[in-house]
């Protein structure tokens, strides 16, 4: 490497040994970021388990530990948009029943015909929820985009 350094008006070649140290260490081949923060992704595959209720287990485990100042722990990927279609289920739900109700008052040219037929709607979600629990399944997704 062309250095300041002289000798008889040539430049010369300076070793790297003499203006640095060599030391060998391991590294990460990557260096990932979410939202200009540094990151580390762990992944799994689970088996004879759910995602809802390995996530759960993941979480209680995190709580228990002492993560140093500075550090979080978050989930990302399928976790992440499971959380997030449970949060807008309740938007979408609502709405739903609204717009039901406002057809229904047209078609019956109503209001208290279609407060019958709507009050009828929460005997229906615990016949599902007795289903769901008599059957032995889980309440995930796909059981609550059926019961809408």
Do not use: C
């Given at each position: 490497?062309?250095?300041?350094?002289?000798?008889?008006?040539?430049?010369?070649?300076v070793p790297l040994?003499?203006?640095?140290?060599?030391?060998?260490?391991?590294?990460?081949?990557?260096?990932?970021?979410?939202?200009?923060?540094?990151e580390i992704r762990?992944?799994?595959?689970?088996?004879?388990?759910?995602?809802?209720?390995?996530?759960?287990?993941?979480?209680?485990?995190?709580?228990?530990?002492?993560?140093?100042?500075?550090?979080?722990?978050?989930?990302?990927?399928?976790?992440?948009?499971?959380?997030?279609?449970?949060?807008?289920?309740?938007?979408?739900?609502?709405?739903?029943?609204?717009?039901?109700?406002?057809?229904?008052?047209?078609?019956?040219?109503?209001?208290?015909?279609?407060?019958?037929?709507?009050?009828?709607?929460?005997?229906?979600?615990?016949?599902?929820?007795?289903?769901?629990?008599?059957?032995?399944?889980?309440?995930?997704?796909?059981?609550?985009?059926?019961?809408?």
């Open positions: 490497m062309p250095s300041e350094h002289q000798l008889a008006g040539k430049a010369m070649l040994s003499q203006v640095a140290a060599w030391q060998y260490s391991t590294s990460s081949s990557d260096i990932r970021r979410y939202d200009r923060q540094k762990l992944s799994a595959n689970v088996e004879g388990t759910s995602m809802g209720e390995a996530n759960e287990a993941f979480f209680e485990k995190m709580e228990s530990m002492q993560v140093p100042v500075g550090y979080k722990v978050g989930q990302a990927g399928a976790g992440n948009d499971m959380d997030d279609s449970f949060a807008n289920m309740a938007m979408a739900l609502a709405m739903a029943v609204a717009f039901i109700f406002m057809i229904l008052a047209a078609q019956f040219e109503s209001y208290s015909e279609p407060f019958a037929i709507m009050f009828s709607l929460p005997l229906a979600m615990i016949g599902a929820l007795a289903g769901l629990f008599i059957a032995g399944s889980e309440l995930s997704l796909v059981p609550r985009w059926r019961m809408l």
